[in-house]
């Protein structure tokens, strides 16, 4: 490719890709160019910020983690019900996720 053709392609790759061409109809009068397009983030959507859903899911992301230990039946007493935004197995102070046939340890952080 010559230098000239690099210098006229590259403003323009640069150009179709930051910005948001669009044309009404089939007229090419009607063409609009915006350098972004407008945010619509509702709250109440799962993908938002202050969504429960979305609040609840990265919660857990970041408190909850698993460990490497394994065990094949729960100790005695466990209680299972939604902790952190999961549901888990809760033994006394310790949390197990099912995994398959067994159950994995859960770290709360």
């Not at 392609?9 to 948001?20: E, G, M, N």
């Not at 009404?24 to 945010?39: I, M, Q």
């Not at 935004?85 to 709360?108: D, E, F, H, M, N």
């Amino acid at each position: 490719m010559k230098n000239s053709a690099r210098i006229f392609a590259l403003p323009l790759a640069v150009a179709l890709v930051f910005l948001d061409i669009s044309m009404e109809g089939g007229d090419l009068t009607a063409l609009t160019v915006r350098a972004s397009t407008p945010a619509r983030a509702e709250i109440g959507r799962p993908l938002t910020p202050l969504s429960y859903a979305g609040a609840a899911r990265r919660t857990t992301r970041r408190v909850a983690r698993r460990t490497s230990v394994y065990v094949n039946t729960l100790p005695a007493g466990c209680v299972y019900g939604a902790y952190y935004g999961a549901y888990y197995y809760r033994c006394g102070s310790l949390y197990y996720a099912k995994s398959g046939p067994t159950y994995v340890q859960v770290v709360i952080e």
